[in-house]
């Protein structure tokens, strides 16, 4: 299995910036495809972005593309959500999750993740 921890979270306004990061604990976080996923209150999780164990394919939810970067450094068993030009409706809880390490290709399904961080909140004001 593989620990995993969020960061970077933070109160930031509209239009701002932010980088979470998500740091793994283990030997095989270089080989699962990894996840960020998001919860605002009273709402079901949702998919934000996806990366597979190499790094080279990325896949997006429609409302965060152009805006968000998920990226991972396997050196450092590390991932990353680069988030600019935030709003609002950005603001939730942001979890990052790991797939099975049998599955190395993106996925935008949360039942497809087999370990899950803590969470950080991220809150964007108007």
């Known amino acids: 299995q593989v620990q995993l921890v969020e960061s970077g979270g933070g109160l930031v306004q509209a239009g701002g910036s932010l980088r979470l990061s998500c740091a793994a604990s283990?030997?095989?976080?270089?080989?699962?495809?990894m996840g960020w996923f998001r919860q605002a209150p009273e709402e079901e999780r949702e998919f934000v972005a996806s990366?597979?164990?190499?790094?080279?394919?990325?896949y997006y939810a429609d409302s965060v593309k152009g805006r968000l970067t998920i990226s991972r450094d396997n050196a450092k068993n590390t991932m990353y959500l680069q988030m600019n030009s935030l709003c609002p409706e950005d603001t939730a809880v942001y979890y990052c999750?790991?797939?099975?390490?049998?599955?190395?290709?993106?996925?935008?399904?949360?039942?497809?993740?087999?370990?899950w961080g803590q969470g950080t909140q991220v809150t964007v004001s108007s």
């Open positions: 999750a790991a797939r099975p390490l049998v599955s190395r290709s993106t996925s935008d399904t949360a039942g497809d993740y087999a370990q």
């Open positions: 990366i597979d164990w190499t790094g080279d394919s990325t």
């Open positions: 283990g030997r095989t976080f270089g080989r699962r495809a």
